[in-house]
């Protein structure tokens, strides 16, 4: 029970700011019903105006007459007003109701007093009584008001009529008392009707807010999908047309044969290399961190050797590592003999190295850069493995170690930075290894060197890798190449499938220089006609081309292979320039075998055709 009269007497919300809104509209409501009753009185009371006219009863000279009109155009004149200055009244409702109120009170008052003047004092005391206790409900029931200056009102308009009363002469007192039980009375159900009222206004506020709030969401989260695939198709666009373009000038630099130019023109052609490469660096480092962002990454658990992933990834910066006298040294001494190999996604993990050696090779001038591999077995079938990248730079600040890998964040920033960079690199880490279960921690001292930790649990296996599960999976650029592979030769015929003209002209110049013969095809539907006509060792199948794309040029190629038992298998292998999040998944669907983004270079084509190929030994 007090509980119950708690919640009765409950004045508002708690929150003040919800409580003003829940006011504002309470108001709005109230002034529309004094509106939509101003002009309902005003029509009664012309109707009355009207009927007696039209009886001959009166005529517009009469005082009653006079008052009616007096009253129509009050109230015609207060509806207009409501209608046309909505907000001053709302901003000032109870102001406004209070002096509504008060008039119409005691107009009626007068009324009833002219009426019943003649009628005995019990007949008054009645009239005023009835029509008192009708202006108490509609001041409980719609006025609107809050609960205190509700209950003045009422007092007032209450005592009004009672000293009116008590001021005629022959006053009937038992008639008195009687109207003084019945307004109290009135008084006391108008006020529980004031708060039931109060409370249900409160709850369908709160419905109404709650389903304005579901709506919103939901045009919101339609605004955001709808966003999400507009950037989603603008990124793969936009990769498409700048790796096509990219893919002709990375081509025709990786053609160039250094031994037959001066230095100055080596010089030339190796600025025009690394910025290429630099331009490709920035542009993947921006779609990976959009596809990472919309929560698009996939990963694809695979075995994978992980001292061949530690050697590869110290192999591809050994050069550059050189070039500025620092020593890039493993430490894989806590690698558990029997562990063959492990299970993960060896290409996500490859993106994390590749990118913290990266970094730990431009902050360091002098000394080594440290890759440490620790393995320990938790039980049967899962390890714990530690990736520990350590270097000899010039340390991070340690305020700026929170920051570390927040997005398109930098240590250095503004016009005088030393290092250029999109900011993006350890955020994709951060974001690849928490996808991946894992954990990256950093350690620094300025002037001593940085320390990154990579912390992952990863199912491991004591048997060893086939060839095939030791094949690294492609990108387009080999920079992980052994020496000994650079000058592969192969031999086989190939048929390209390019409608870039460019683009088909590097190609064919870069199988050639492998030693492959090669035939090209504009469109997939010259490929299908030329692969119905003759046999070819490997087809490399551009994805977006006129007339006919490079998906239903494969199935097509597949239903030749299908309805000729006899004719082999041809592999297909992708050369596109699509690499966002699922392309590849997409070409293994359709029927292709392999997969190579654009732009590549010659040792990436070299190293994917050597899976499918035969290599020509020196000798041969």
Known sequence: MHNALRTFGNRGFANQELEAEFRTAYSSHGTRFLFISSALVALYYLVFVVVDLSAGRSNL????????????????????????????????????????????CGMSNFTILSRHAQDGSVSLVWGLTSATVFATFVVFGFARLRAGATLILSTLLSGIPLCSAWMQPNLDGAAFQRMTVHLLAANVLGYCLYRFSLLRERKLFLQS???????????????????????????????????TPMNGVIGALSMLNDEQLSERDRLFIKSARDSARNLMHILNEILDYSKLDAQKIRLTPEPFDPLALIGNVAHAFQATAEQKGIVIRRDCHEVPADIRSLTGDEGKLR????????????????????????????????????????????????????????????????????????????????????????????????????????????????????????????????????????????????????????????????????????????????????????????????????????????????????????????????LTAHALSGDREVCLANGMDDYLTKPFDRQALALLLSRWLPVVTQDA
Do not use: W
Not at 213 to 226: C, D, F
Not at 373 to 380: G, Y
């Open 351 to 574: 993106q994390v190295l590749l990118n913290l050696v990266s970094n730990a090779v431009k902050f360091t001038q002098s000394g080594e850069v440290v890759i440490s591999l620790s393995v320990h077995k938790l039980n049967d079938e899962v390890a714990r493995v530690t990736l520990d990248l350590s270097d000899t730079g010039m340390g991070i600040p340690p305020e700026a170690l929170t920051s570390l890998f927040q997005p398109f964040y930098q240590v250095e920033s503004g016009s005088n930075r030393s290092y250029g960079g999109t900011g993006l690199g350890l955020a994709i880490c951060k974001q690849i290894i928490d996808e991946m279960g894992g954990q990256i921690g950093v350690r620094s001292v300025l002037g001593i060197g940085t320390t990154f930790e990579v912390t992952l649990e990863l199912p491991y296996s004591t048997e060893t890798l086939t060839a095939s599960e030791r094949a690294p999976a492609h990108g387009g650029f080999a920079d992980t190449l052994p020496p000994e592979q650079s000058d592969l030769r192969m031999r086989g015929e190939v048929l390209l499938v390019e409608d870039n003209e460019v683009n088909a002209f590097i190609a064919t110049m870069t199988l050639e220089s492998l030693g492959v013969s090669c035939m090209h095809a504009r469109n997939g539907e010259v490929a299908v006609e030329m692969f119905r006509q003759h046999a070819f060792d490997v087809v490399l199948m551009d994805c977006e081309m006129p007339v006919m794309d490079g998906y239903e040029a494969v199935r097509h190629i597949r239903q030749l292979e299908a309805d000729d038992t006899a004719r082999e298998r041809t592999p297909v292998i992708a």
């Open 61 to 104: 000279s009469d005082p009653a007459q006079l008052g009616r009109l007096s009253m129509i155009a009050g109230l015609s004149g207060l509806a207009v007003a409501l209608r046309r200055h909505r907000a001053f009244f709302i901003r000032n409702y109870t102001a406004c109701f209070f002096t509504v109120a008060t008039v119409a």
């Open 209 to 243: 807010k709650r389903k304005n709030h579901i709506a919103e969401l939901r045009r919101m989260k339609e605004q955001a999908e709808s966003a999400s695939r507009t950037k989603t198709a603008f990124l793969a666009n936009m990769s498409h047309e700048i790796r």
